[in-house]
């Protein structure tokens, strides 16, 4: 079983940047593939980034490439999306996922098995 808690959000005028965390425990944390989702309430849960457990390779929303980067430590077991340029279009919750050991990531919110409860980023104009 995989415990995920992130932190980092605020609210953050337009242009601005936050540093997201993802801190997780039990399992094998480099193992899993790893992904940022973000969420309104009354919306579906939208992909934002990506990484992979072996190769490091990382993916994006279109929406978010050039501004933000997805990064991990396996040996913090931590996970980090660097978000830069904020636009209050970027304004949700942000949860953390990992999928299964040994899996690629995938942009889904299916493919991943352990959630954590999110971390809210509010971005003004």
């Known amino acids: 079983q995989v415990q995920l808690v992130e932190s980092g959000g605020g609210s953050v005028q337009t242009g601005g940047s936050l540093r997201l965390s993802c801190a997780a425990s039990?399992?094998?944390?480099?193992?899993?593939?790893m992904a940022w989702f973000r969420q309104n309430i009354g919306k579906e849960r939208l992909f934002v980034a990506s990484?992979?457990?072996?190769?490091?390779?990382?993916n994006y929303a279109d929406s978010v490439k050039g501004r933000f980067t997805i990064s991990r430590d396996d040996a913090e077991k931590s996970m980090y999306l660097q978000a830069d340029k904020l636009m209050p279009d970027d304004t949700g919750v942000y949860f953390c996922?990992?999928?299964?050991?040994?899996?690629?990531?995938?942009?889904?919110?299916?493919?991943?098995?352990?959630w954590g409860r999110g971390t809210q980023v509010t971005v003004f104009s």
């Open positions: 996922a990992a999928g299964p050991p040994w899996s690629r990531a995938f942009g889904t919110p299916d493919h991943y098995i352990y």
């Open positions: 039990g399992g094998t944390f480099g193992l899993y593939p």
């Open positions: 990484i992979n457990w072996s190769d490091g390779n990382t």
